[in-house]
Nanobody, 121 residues
Framework: QVQLVESGGGLVQAGGSLRLSCAAS????????MGWFRQAPGKEREFVADINWSSSSAYYGDSVKGRFTISRDNAKNTVYLQMNSLKPEDTAVYYC??????????????WGQGTQVTVSS
């Protein structure tokens, strides 16, 4: 059974930082994209970032560019999201995703349970 387990969420003041982690088990994602989405209350799910298997390519949503950094450790089957300069509008549940495709974006059929990030003003 494939599991993606996020950690690192919490409450932080505006301007602060958090680092999310997502550990995968039951399947290796070493040849697949992994990434992050988020969903705020009353809003649609939003793409945050994703990264290819070798970490040579990473993509970001416009609202987080320059503030968030995605990285991964294939030996640990783990993906990270470093979030800096957090804003109240970053408040959301953050979901880790894993692709079923080989070295191609999309196909995010594996989702974690989500971790809450709350940014206070």
């Amino acid at each position: 059974q494939v599991q993606l387990v996020e950690s690192g969420g919490g409450l932080v003041q505006a301007g602060g930082s958090l680092r999310l982690s997502c550990a995968a088990s039951g399947r290796t994602f070493s040849t697949s994209y992994m990434g992050w989405f988020r969903q705020a209350p009353g809003k649609e799910r939003e793409f945050v970032a994703d990264i290819n298997w070798s970490s040579s390519s990473a993509y970001y949503g416009d609202s987080v560019k320059g503030r968030f950094t995605i990285s991964r450790d294939n030996a640990k089957n783990t993906v990270y999201l470093q979030m800096n300069s957090l804003k109240p509008e970053d408040t959301a549940v953050y979901y880790c995703v894993g692709s079923t495709k080989i070295n191609a974006r999309g196909g995010y059929d594996y989702w974690g349970q989500g971790t809450q990030v709350t940014v206070s003003s």
